[in-house]
């Protein structure tokens, strides 16, 4: 059927949370020579890491069994900028709290611009875009974030504890940690390299969103999201999650975030109520998708990014998989109306690349692709706008939307 309720738009989410381990506790009886050890182990580890978050920051915090390390989300360099900014969402001073948006790993392929070795112990890469640009750091640099690069740090498997950690609780990434580290070493022996022009290294990067709070960091993104920590660096043209690096020029980048939406709402703009999982109807993969229309009332609905196709890409091509239900009768009068446009980064209207109807009714998802080549190099939204007239409803439902360069 094409008619959902008004109450329908309302999307129920469920945060599914395993029960609290119980952490076996320590006897008080221990001997002497084994209390010793432990209180010098400890000294040890307390010497080195940091503070602020630091259990979020190295898996040692009690969501880190919540992270998704399957699948591994693709994204761009820009893709990651244009996600929801959330780090003022996080409680202040906080060591444990983990964003639903701090549970995903992403992939992102870029240039290695830079990178600096904390006091912490970590590794601070600056990551950029083919532009090369990035976000300068220190006084005199708040709003200058350039949209073209973001941050992404490798801790000291050593450091996990942190000042204030338990040295017997381990990161649930441990062997992660370790094996990124050694690749980064084993490239910049000792962290040679550190503070100078790197000139723009490709790399592939696999991470764990985090969202650090703002204080003028080197390269920070716009919204000051990072990929803290990096579970795997790969050095050279982009490739694939699990896969060999393909020739040089023919890897595909995805520019879009959370295509599929299975993040809700995240990446997106507009009526953000389309999106979820709604009852008694099925998206194309996964659980959620985005849903415009079906009301049956006169109204205007929108779902849109804001995306920066690089100029150096050999050809930009927009995919989307489509489904439209409706209840109207008519066979030549198209009274409800899904556009697909590029728009500028204002919102004005570059180019409607097709307008589909209640009269383009499908029994099952039906994937639409479009050459977008004539707008690399430049800031755009991919835009979706639904018109609606008051009488019979049409749903246009969309899923699986892609926006990938060559």
């Avoid at 309720?5 to 381990?21: C, D, I, M, V």
């Avoid at 790993?105 to 640009?133: M, N, P």
């Avoid at 220190?138 to 942190?162: M, R, Y």
């Avoid at 307008?355 to 039906?366: C, E, H, K, P, R």
């Amino acid at each position: 059927m094409g008619q959902r309720s008004l109450g329908a738009r309302g999307w129920a989410r469920t945060l599914l949370r395993p029960a609290k381990q119980l952490l076996p506790l320590l006897s008080l009886r221990l001997v002497a020579p084994f209390a010793l050890v432990v209180a010098v182990h400890s000294a040890a580890f307390g010497a080195c890491g940091g503070t602020e978050r630091w259990f979020v920051k190295v898996g040692t915090d009690p969501d880190a069994g919540l992270v998704q390390l399957n699948p591994i989300v693709s994204i761009s360099v820009s893709g990651l900028n244009t996600l929801p900014k959330l780090q003022n969402t996080v409680p202040h001073g906080d060591n444990k709290f983990r964003l639903p948006e701090e549970r995903v790993v992403y992939q992102v392929s870029g240039r290695l611009a830079l990178f600096k070795d904390e006091d912490d112990g970590d590794y601070h890469l600056v990551i950029t875009d083919d532009s090369l640009a990035h976000t300068p750091g220190g006084p005199g640099t708040n709003g200058l974030e350039t949209g073209t690069s973001f941050i992404a740090e490798i801790p000291d498997p050593a450091c996990v504890p942190g000042k204030k950690g338990d040295p017997n609780t381990p990161s649930r990434f441990d062997t992660q940690l370790r094996d990124v580290r050694a690749k980064f070493e084993a490239r910049f022996p000792g962290g040679v390299g550190a503070d100078t022009d790197l000139g723009g290294i490709p790399v592939t990067l696999v991470g764990i969103a985090f969202y650090d709070r703002p204080h003028l960091q080197t390269g920070r993104a716009i919204n000051g999201i990072e990929l803290h920590p990096l579970l795997d660096i790969q050095f050279g043209p982009a490739v694939s999650p699990g896969v060999s690096s393909p020739p040089s020029g023919t890897a595909v980048i995805q520019l879009l975030a959370n295509p599929d939406f299975e993040l809700g709402v995240s990446g997106w703009h507009g009526t953000l109520g389309n999106i979820g999982a709604f009852a008694g109807e099925a998206g194309r993969s996964g659980e959620k998708f985005a849903w415009m229309g079906g009301l049956g009332i006169a109204h205007t609905e929108s779902l849109y990014q804001n995306v920066t196709i690089p100029a150096s890409a050999q050809r930009a091509t927009l995919s989307l998989w489509l489904n439209i239900a409706t209840d109207e009768t008519t066979t030549t009068s198209p009274y409800d109306k899904l556009y697909v446009q590029i728009r500028n980064q204002n919102g004005a209207v570059l180019k409607t690349l097709a307008t589909y109807s209640n009269l383009d009714q499908t029994t099952a998802y039906v994937q639409k692709t479009f050459d977008v080549s004539a707008y690399k190099g430049q800031t755009v939204q991919i835009y979706f706008k639904m018109v609606e007239d008051n009488g019979k409803a049409t749903s246009f439902r969309l899923d699986d939307i892609t926006l990938t360069t060559q």
